[in-house]
């Protein structure tokens, strides 16, 4: 059984460019959840997506979007990046209401 | 709305020393309540969960939690502390109801183990 996976692990962007992160999801999984990792914190939850539609939104602006697609595998894309945005981005997969299990991570730096 | 708080950002023990991470939470309906650990450049591997039953719940590498409605607390034990258990350790919490499976995560406690 193959787990959560993330890509890319890490990037560099200069503040203004847009970003795209990648997940695909356990076998099996039919929901995706994003968070916001800050360096020193607790991940903060982003969206998530169940069968394809978005089914909650946190506390984050419209420049943070999503998508999930047929085979449950998912993108987090991020607009006119800020230097605030530097973090890591943890995807995490679950089926419905099951625990949530996350992916290593992407390492996003904003210069 | 929920949310959570770790009682100290930092804990530090000895090996073989009882360890105690503190997680007291807020929720306007029952919980769905979690421990996730996080060894470092890596991402959340999750310790042990309630959800109903039972209060006091075993996980992994030896680690328990016990679920204080009366205390809204869901404090993590274990009794002995290994060298590898050095990580940080975030306490979560999730709504038991609802189409919406967000996890609100504490700030995380540091645990260092000195030999």
């Known amino acids: 059984e193959t787990g959560v996976t993330q890509s890319p692990t890490h990037l560099i962007k200069t503040r203004g460019q847009q970003v795209t992160l990648r997940c695909s999801s356990q076998s099996g999984h039919n929901t995706v959840s994003w968070y916001q990792q800050a360096l020193g914190q607790g991940p903060q939850f982003i969206f998530q997506y169940y069968r394809e539609e978005e089914n909650g939104r946190g506390n984050f602006p419209p420049r943070f979007s999503g998508l999930q697609f047929p085979n449950y595998s998912s993108e987090l894309n991020v607009n006119a990046l800020e230097l605030d945005d530097s973090a890591l981005y943890l995807c995490?997969?679950?089926?419905?209401?099951?625990?949530?299990?996350f992916g290593p991570g992407t390492r996003l730096t904003v210069t | 709305a929920q949310s959570v708080t770790q009682l100290g950002s930092h804990v530090s023990v000895s090996e073989g020393a009882l360890v105690l991470l503190r997680c007291n939470y807020s929720s306007s309906v029952p919980p769905y309540l979690f421990w996730y650990v996080q060894y470092p450049n890596q991402g959340l591997q999750l310790l042990l969960k309630y959800t109903t039953g039972a209060t006091l719940v075993k996980g992994i590498n030896g680690f328990e939690a016990e679920f204080k409605k009366s205390e809204t607390s869901f404090h993590l034990t274990k009794p002995s502390a290994h060298m590898s258990d050095a990580a940080e350790y975030f306490c979560a919490v999730r709504i038991s109801g609802g189409s919406n499976y967000k996890l609100t995560f504490g700030k995380g406690t540091l645990l260092t183990v000195n030999p």
């Open positions: 995490a997969s679950s089926l419905a209401t099951y625990e949530q299990y």
